[in-house]
């Protein structure tokens, strides 16, 4: 069985361009997960999805980064304008089930970098 | 709030040595669960072990051992017989029940180093 995958796995841009990041979750995960980390930082929550639905953005630090998750599969995190202290390591995680804490899986990550 | 902490950032040790990482925290709620993670060099988290709150057993994986406190909300982790493999930054999670959607709060991460 697949894990979560999740591209690209690096992305160097400049500051004010826009980055896309996408997660593909483990097949019949129903919650996905978004976190972060920033140099020096703790993994920090950002959101979390329960099929299509936002369940919890409470960790999405402002309105230049927008998620989505259309028809409850995969998921995309847009950047837009990035910023330098959005530079970091951009994880995703899935786990099953609803109502119930399931193990999170996470992905490799994408490591962003802002110039 | 939830809130964890792991006071070492980096431990060094030989190879066949025991290795004990801290990990302390803090919840009002009376379930959690507490969870390790391991990122070796190649970026990716590996889970490692689920505990829940009404679960104080000690577990024991193989070379790897977990030790839960509620007493002192500590939940630290042993690696014996340390091996190069080991080399690695481990992560521990808290996350709440009562949290909307389990989101994990982490630890700051212990980076491990084990020479040959």
């Known amino acids: 069985e697949a894990g979560v995958t999740q591209f690209p796995s690096h992305s160097v841009i400049e500051k004010g361009q826009t980055v896309t990041l996408r997660c593909d979750p483990i097949?019949?995960?129903?919650?996905l997960y978004w976190y972060r980390r920033v140099m020096g930082k703790e993994i920090k929550f950002l959101l979390h999805?329960?099929?299509?639905?936002?369940?919890?953005e409470s960790g999405m630090p402002n309105n230049r980064f927008l998620a989505e998750r259309t028809g409850g599969t995969y998921s995309t995190l847009k950047v837009q304008p990035a910023e330098l202290e959005d530079s970091g390591v951009y994880f995703c995680?899935?786990?099953?089930?609803?109502?119930?804490?399931?193990?999170?899986?996470f992905g490799p990550g994408t490591r962003l970098l802002v110039l | 709030a939830q809130k964890v902490t792991q006071a070492q950032t980096e431990i060094s040790v030989v190879e066949k040595e025991d290795v004990t990482l801290d990990c302390v925290y803090e919840t009002r709620d009376t379930t959690y669960y507490l969870f390790w993670y391991k990122q070796p060099p190649s970026g990716e988290l590996v889970f490692l072990i689920r505990r829940n709150s009404f679960d104080e057993q000690n577990e024991i994986s193989g070379r790897y051992s977990w030790n839960f406190q509620k007493s002192t909300s500590s939940f630290n982790f042993t690696i014996t017989a340390s091996q190069v493999v080991d080399s690695a930054v481990y992560f521990c999670?808290?996350?709440?029940?009562?949290?909307?959607?389990?989101?994990?709060?982490f630890g700051g991460g212990t980076r491990v180093l084990v020479k040959p």
């Open positions: 999670a808290l996350s709440e029940w009562e949290a909307a959607g389990n989101k994990l709060t």
């Open positions: 097949s019949g995960h129903d919650n």
């Open positions: 995680a899935s786990s099953q089930g609803q109502g119930a804490i399931g193990t999170q899986y």
């Open positions: 999805f329960v099929k299509e639905s936002k369940q919890d």
